[in-house]
């Protein structure tokens, strides 16, 4: 009864080991394929990946989206699925000038809340969620 009540981060595992091929992570964190809608969710909402903070998108209920970074209209046919997946992990490997957080990496980092600390902001599921999402997005804005 107590899992019911907590929040996502406080659910967030230990990350689990993944490997970088080139400039992607070819496995699902998972083992399995993400489910799109969960994952348009998480990208839409703005307490959980928050997203549309920096990123615009094919989301039209969320007048406010960011100009900071690349829209997401069109990124499944941009990117492939290890691709989108490494730069959710942690898009640093590709570009260490970015200012997109590391969404599942938990080491090395700084200015991070007691409460976060060792804990990624999204969990497995979700980054394959996201991932999932993301490739249904084929058509550039």
Same mark, same amino acid.
Request: proline content about 9%; overall charge neutral.
């Given at each position: 009864?107590?899992?019911?009540?907590?929040?996502?981060?406080?659910?967030?595992?230990?990350?689990?080991?993944?490997? $970088?091929?080139?400039?992607?992570?070819?496995?699902?964190?998972?083992?399995?394929?993400?489910?799109?809608?969960?994952?348009?969710?998480? $990208?839409?909402?703005?307490?959980?990946?928050?997203?549309?903070?920096?990123?615009?998108?094919?989301?039209?209920?969320?007048?406010?989206?960011?100009?900071?970074?690349?829209?997401?209209?069109? =990124?499944?046919?941009?990117?492939?699925?290890?691709?989108?997946?490494?730069?959710? $992990?942690? =898009?640093?490997?590709?570009?260490?000038?970015? !200012?997109?957080?590391?969404?599942?990496?938990?080491?090395?980092?700084?200015? $991070?809340?007691?409460?976060? =600390?060792?804990?990624?902001?999204?969990? =497995?599921?979700? !980054?394959?969620?996201?991932?999932?999402?993301?490739?249904?997005?084929?058509?550039?804005?």
């Amino acid at each position: 009864m107590l899992a019911l009540t907590m929040t996502a981060p406080a659910l967030a595992m230990d990350p689990q080991p993944y490997a $970088v091929v080139g400039d992607t992570i070819p496995l699902s964190l998972t083992g399995g394929r993400g489910d799109p809608a969960k994952g348009r969710s998480i $990208v839409a909402t703005r307490t959980q990946g928050l997203c549309l903070l920096c990123h615009s998108g094919p989301i039209p209920e969320e007048r406010l989206q960011g100009t900071l970074a690349p829209n997401l209209a069109g =990124a499944g046919s941009r990117s492939t699925e290890g691709q989108l997946r490494l730069r959710i $992990v942690d =898009a640093s490997r590709v570009n260490p000038d970015t !200012i997109m957080p590391p969404y599942y990496r938990t080491d090395g980092l700084e200015r $991070v809340s007691k409460s976060f =600390a060792g804990k990624p902001i999204l969990t =497995a599921e979700e !980054i394959e969620d996201v991932v999932a999402y993301l490739l249904t997005l084929r058509e550039a804005p």
